[in-house]
C-alpha cells in the first residue's frame, strides 16, 4: 500500500464487505524497496493511520530518519520491524550453542537491539512516532523500557512466540 490510490481501494474493498473495521497501513517506501519515501500525504488523506514497511526493515538511516520527519508532518507512528540485515543475514534460530550443534545459521541478538537503539535515538531527534514491532531479545526490551523512563514515546510489542518459545523448540 504504496499510494493514495491503494488505500482508497482497501477502504472501499472493506466498506463493501461491511465486516470488519479496516484502518490501512501505507507502507513506508516505494515497492517496500526502503530506498524511496511513498507518499505520505496522499496515503494520509486517503485514510492510512500509520506508515510501514512491516516484515521489511529499513537499513538506511537516512530514509528512517526522512521517514519519522515526514510521518511527524502527519501525525503518523512510524512502524518498524528490527533487523539488520547485514547481521541477520539468512539466519534461521537465534543464534548460540543451539543452533551451531544444529549446523543452522543464527540470528544474533544485536542484529534486533542494534536497530532498535538507532530507531530510537532517531525517534528521540526528530521528535518522530516510532512503534517498534516484534520485539524478540531481552536487549531491545531494555533499550525501550530504558527511552520510555527517559519519557519517549515509544510503543513496542511482541508476539506470543517471542516469548514462549526460544531456541530449545528447534531441538529434535
Do not use: W
Not at 40 to 53: H, K, L, Q, T
Not at 65 to 91: H, K, N, Q, S, W
Amino acid at each position: 500500500n504504496d499510494s493514495g490510490a491503494v488505500t482508497r481501494y482497501i477502504i472501499e474493498k472493506a466498506q463493501i464487505a461491511g465486516l470488519a473495521n479496516v484502518f490501512p497501513i501505507g507502507a513506508v517506501s516505494v515497492g517496500l524497496q526502503g530506498k524511496q519515501l511513498a507518499e505520505f500525504g496522499e496515503m494520509y488523506e486517503a485514510g492510512i493511520v500509520a506508515v510501514s514497511d512491516d516484515g521489511m526493515p529499513i537499513m538506511d538511516a537516512g530514509v528512517m530518519r526522512r521517514a519519522l520527519e515526514y510521518a511527524r508532518m502527519f501525525g503518523l507512528a512510524v512502524i518498524v520491524p528490527e533487523e539488520d540485515t547485514t547481521l541477520c543475514c539468512g539466519g534461521a534460530m537465534n543464534e548460540g550453542v543451539i543452533s551451531a550443534r544444529l549446523g543452522l545459521p543464527g540470528l544474533p541478538s544485536v542484529g534486533e537491539s542494534a536497530m532498535v537503539a538507532r530507531d530510537v535515538e532517531l525517534a528521540r531527534y526528530t521528535r518522530g512516532r516510532l512503534h517498534v514491532a516484534h520485539l524478540s531479545t531481552a536487549e531491545s526490551v531494555e533499550i525501550v523500557r530504558r527511552d520510555k523512563n527517559d519519557g519517549l514515546d515509544c510503543p513496542a510489542e511482541a508476539a506470543p512466540h517471542h516469548f514462549t518459545l526460544d531456541e530449545t523448540a528447534c531441538e529434535g
